[in-house]
């Protein structure tokens, strides 16, 4: 169950970025050219420690009768590091990336696996998305990679997954920036939320809506509380959050 607690009616300015807002106000241009990244750390809000798994399902939904197929997730922060190459200044600049894995099943069967590339900006502490590599399933094969991008190939750029812990109502940004691939932008949009699941109890916790304006209409919600990072993604709820 979740409970709003309280909900300030504030606009701010995003303290990570200097520039480049679209016309729609979600700014897609990052000082990346100011950031020493590093695959280590993370943010209240979203975790780089390696070892960290966090379970999902959509089971109250389904007992609800609100969904009719029972899903299935796993987040894994692996221990694994990708080297990406991002334009800084007309130079090409490695950054090392933590790797997380997304495991999602639907009925049982294999539905989406990703691997997911982040890095924390030093300066900031923001979280910086770099891509991901998308197997999408049919019947345990390979059918498509569709959403799959990386910074620093066909003009794809870091977006910014999740700001440091100055959180602010209203901001608006772009989590990735790969024209014709993968736009997916946020919204703050809760703020000083419990949140009552099988995970636990969380409180201070913030809500975020994404869209893109590949998908018109389309809108998820997220809810990120401080320690555990992602709780709830639509339907699906933390049921368990392991650490090592």
């Known amino acids: 169950m979740i409970r709003h607690k309280a909900c300030l009616a504030l606009l701010g300015f995003l303290p990570f970025a200097?520039?480049?807002q679209n016309e729609e106000g979600f700014t897609d241009h990052f000082p990346v050219e100011e950031c020493i990244f590093t695959p280590f750390g993370g943010n209240d809000f979203f975790s780089l420690q390696p070892g960290r798994r966090t379970f999902f399902n959509n089971a109250r939904c389904v007992a609800a009768g609100e969904c009719e197929d029972r899903e299935d997730l796993v987040i894994n922060v692996t221990r694994e590091l990708k080297k990406v190459w991002i334009d800084d200044d007309r130079e090409r600049r490695p950054v090392w990336?933590?790797?997380?894995v997304e495991h999602?099943?639907?009925?049982g069967e294999v539905k989406e696996i990703s691997r997911n590339y982040f890095a924390m900006c030093l300066r900031s502490r923001d979280v910086y998305y770099f891509g991901e590599d998308v197997d999408i399933y049919e019947d345990g094969v390979v059918v498509s990679h569709e959403g799959g991008w990386l910074a620093g190939r066909h003009g794809a750029e870091p977006g910014i997954i999740m700001p440091d812990s100055a959180f602010l109502l209203g901001q608006r940004y772009y989590q990735e920036v790969a024209p014709g691939l993968a736009l997916d932008r946020a919204?703050?949009?809760?703020?000083?939320?419990?949140?009552?699941?099988q995970a636990g109890n969380f409180d201070d916790c913030i809500e975020v809506t994404e869209t893109t304006p590949l998908e018109p209409g389309s809108e998820s919600t997220k809810f990120y509380c401080p320690g555990a990072g992602l709780v709830v993604d639509d339907d699906l709820e933390a049921i368990a959050i392991h650490r090592n």
């Open 18 to 20: 200097v520039a480049a």
């Open 104 to 107: 999602e099943t639907e009925n």
């Open 97 to 100: 990336t933590r790797v997380i």
């Open 187 to 197: 919204e703050h949009v809760g703020t000083d939320l419990e949140i009552d699941l």
